[in-house]
């Protein structure tokens, strides 16, 4: 199991997003695919970042002031103030889904390749204590993603060969 590489456990159809994709269409695409965290890429497919939900809940919280329950409270801001509180949170709401992911992403970013094994995928994300790791190329065009569902979906594959 140790020696898995990452080809054979990633997701290989990755939703990403460019540097200039607004935090609402951000916050759309979490919810649509029920993803945490989204790859940021240029335009030849480069990785040049990863923007998650704590990356869009942190931002808002720095913004508005408090934090926000849950990153679907940016998509809320459509709607009447009163379903997402004071005018003013609204407007600063509004403000916010307008941002750019490059503003709010992550750029130090921890990548593998696809022959990296699952053993050192699972030690990345534990030291670097992130969620998902990209799967690139040589050329840091992405290939893939291995996020906790991988991990835990190996794990338990393996648990029931047992």
Do not use: C
Request: net charge negative.
């Amino acid at each position: 199991m140790n020696d898995i590489p990452a080809r054979d456990i990633m997701t290989t159809k990755v939703v990403s997003v460019n540097r200039n994709t607004p935090l609402k269409e951000i916050t759309r695409l979490l919810s649509k695919y029920f993803v945490s965290g989204l790859p940021v890429v240029d335009d030849d497919g480069i990785v040049v970042g990863i923007i998650s939900e704590k990356d869009v809940l942190k931002y808002t919280r720095w913004v508005i002031g408090h934090p926000l329950k849950d990153p679907l409270q940016v998509l809320e801001a459509d709607e009447e103030p009163s379903s997402v509180g004071s005018q003013r949170t609204h407007d600063l709401i509004q403000t916010v889904m307008s941002v750019k992911a490059e503003a709010v992403m992550t750029d130090e970013i921890i990548t593998a390749t696809e022959e990296t094994t699952f053993l050192d995928i699972v030690r990345l994300m534990n030291k670097h204590d992130i969620n998902r790791v990209p799967i690139v190329d040589e050329a840091g065009m992405l290939k893939g993603i291995i996020a906790r569902a991988n991990i835990l979906h190996i794990l338990e594959k393996k648990a029931d060969e047992s």
